[in-house]
């Protein structure tokens, strides 16, 4: 009994210092994952903390969380087994943010300031709902059992989309969503939001406040050869800057999202470890850079807000968007952006349309092609930020598609040839999304 009771206990001992060592460093994130996750999709998007929890949340180590929802102070609280609180609070037009304990709840703040004036126009280019259109080259029985087989039968948790629509020649011709959501539904784009974030250089090169081939106006990288990096390169996450993006583990990816008050900070002070143009690396710490270039593009810290909505999604009508700030203030250009389908669905027909909205230029035709063309090094999978199919990545699908992708499967597709754009919404990217696409084009003659 004795000598059980040793194995025992120095098994328990070996446990407990793997617990200490391995797990314990991470309850910060996992606290501060969940904290966020469910305020944002509570207070944006009116979810219940059941609902939250059983799907946002129902990621390894994050379902260890236990969460508490203040309505009236309008914050959540999250730990793991009482360990670890982190807490994130909502804002009406900055959203939700994870702060810190040296977070000043109480300092004013500026917001966003909206135009969400509405018009008579059905949809896409305005407010009003869509017209019905039969189009005779669409096999539309084939294509609604393309779109109800990409969701979950029920009582099975495989696919796990929650919304898809189909827009052919700026008409929907399919639209379904999973039970619990709607045309209303506001849903997280994740990395989507990158595709957001670069567009405004795209403007801003339209109106000739910038050139995207000079230098990036970071005073750190002045007196060594970071000089060298142009925005350009930072648009197509080839600077040669050190980065780790891994989602599993302590990276600078994670500490970013759920540790860092300024995240426009994050990659700044990265070593090279390759040469711009020539060492491409998928970094959300470039996306959150090119957010803060953009804040010096303007006088006030307003101006930087007002920008993001009136230059792109209010003028475009994606009335629903929001993108969510850091403890700093600015925009999380890399993850936080939120929407409606039909709302993710205007910015995909935006590129569809060259940056031409009902008449309007909001950026160069060309812009849509410098997104869509190859960055050295990707392989033919990466452009400026967006992802490409140039190499053939989904081998049933037209060369030309490019997409806008976020974690668990979001996707705003955009397939200039077939005058198509395609979004599906979801919590899994193990999800055939060559065989949806292909069936999707397939339905139309």
């Not at 780790?244 to 994670?254: A, C, F, L, M």
């Not at 007002?306 to 850091?326: H, R, V």
């Not at 705003?412 to 999304?433: H, K, T, Y």
Request: charged share 25%; net charge positive.
């Amino acid at each position: 009994m004795k000598k059980f009771l040793k194995i025992f206990g120095v098994l328990l001992l070996f446990l407990l210092i793997y617990l200490r060592l391995s797990i314990y460093p991470q309850l910060d994130l996992i606290s501060g994952f969940s904290a966020k996750s469910v305020a944002s999709g509570h207070f944006i998007d009116g979810r219940s903390l059941g609902t939250i929890q059983q799907g946002d949340n129902d990621i390894d180590k994050i379902d260890w969380a236990t969460n508490k929802i203040e309505d009236k102070q309008r914050f959540v609280t999250s730990n793991v087994y009482g360990l670890k609180t982190r807490k994130a609070i909502y804002r009406e037009g900055l959203g939700a943010t994870l702060i810190n304990d040296e977070f000043d709840v109480n300092k004013t703040y500026e917001v966003p300031k909206r135009n969400k004036t509405r018009n008579n126009l059905a949809f896409p280019f305005g407010n009003l709902e869509p017209k019905d259109t039969l189009f005779s080259n669409i096999d539309y029985d084939k294509l609604n059992i393309v779109v109800d087989n990409a969701f979950d039968k029920k009582a099975e948790k495989n696919k796990r989309t929650r919304a898809v629509i189909v827009i052919y020649k700026d008409k929907i011709i399919a639209e379904k969503y999973a039970d619990g959501f709607d045309k209303n539904s506001k849903i997280l784009g994740w990395s989507m939001t990158k595709s957001l974030t670069a567009t405004y250089f795209g403007i801003l090169q339209k109106q000739g406040k910038l050139n995207i081939m000079k230098p990036a106006p970071i005073a750190q990288w002045a007196a060594d050869e970071r000089s060298k990096i142009t925005i350009n390169d930072l648009l197509h996450m080839n600077s040669g800057l050190e980065w780790e993006e891994n989602y599993g583990k302590i990276s600078d990816v994670t500490q970013m999202l759920f540790i860092a008050e300024d995240m426009t900070q994050s990659q700044i002070n990265k070593p090279f470890v390759g040469k711009p143009n020539n060492t491409w690396n998928y970094s959300s710490g470039t996306t959150n850079l090119l957010s803060g270039i953009l804040r010096k593009q303007f006088k006030t810290h307003q101006d930087y807000l007002d920008f993001w909505y009136s230059s792109l999604l209010d003028k475009i009508g994606m009335n629903s968007a929001l993108i969510e700030t850091d403890m700093a203030g600015n925009f999380v250009g890399s993850s936080y952006g939120w929407a409606t389908t039909r709302d993710w669905a205007k910015f995909g027909l935006l590129y569809l349309h060259k940056g031409n909205w009902n008449g309007e230029q909001l950026f160069d035709p060309s812009w849509s092609n410098y997104v869509a063309t190859p960055t050295n090094g990707s392989n033919g999978k990466y452009g400026a930020h967006f992802w490409l199919n140039t190499n053939g990545d989904f081998p049933d699908v037209p060369r030309d598609f490019y997409r806008c992708s976020g974690y668990q499967g979001q996707m705003v597709a955009i397939f200039p040839s077939q005058d198509l754009v395609l979004v599906r919404m979801g919590l899994s990217e193990e999800f055939d999304f060559n065989g949806f696409l292909s069936g999707v084009i397939s339905s139309i003659k």
